[in-house]
């Protein structure tokens, strides 16, 4: 089950890592995005707010900040990762392409244990 979990969290940060791709490509288009799917996750998981705010805070604050923390192996970093805003910022097709890639090293990281 632990390895379940890891691989879980390590395509988090992958897509996360891929979202601040945009994010510095596109600033406020990518924030756009993502405020106005917090402004929905807000109204979806009321009991999730300590992590809306969170995030609402990163979304104002320096981008730099928000960058550090959106591919943050720390545990604050994952438990915000589970609530992501990000959702739809990388398209359906690059996101699939990446999650293949991910999935065959994960694969082959496996193998060679």
């Not at 993502?34 to 707010?49: D, F, G, Y």
């Not at 609402?56 to 730099?64: K, N, R, S, V």
């Not at 591919?71 to 398209?91: I, K, Y």
Request: charge should be positive.
């Amino acid at each position: 089950m632990e390895s379940t979990h890891r691989r879980v969290e390590e395509w988090s940060i992958r897509y996360h890592q891929l979202v601040a791709e945009k994010l510095k490509a596109q600033p406020e288009r990518v924030l756009a995005k993502a405020r106005a799917n917090l402004a929905r996750l807000r109204r979806q998981h009321p009991n999730s707010e300590p992590y809306m705010a969170r995030w609402q805070a990163l979304l104002e604050g320096p981008l730099d900040e928000l960058l550090n923390v959106m591919v943050s192996p720390g545990e604050d970093a994952r438990a915000l990762r589970q609530c992501t805003p990000f959702a739809g910022v990388v398209p359906p097709r690059e996101r699939s392409a990446a999650f293949r890639e991910f999935a065959r090293e994960w694969r082959r990281s496996r193998a060679a244990r």
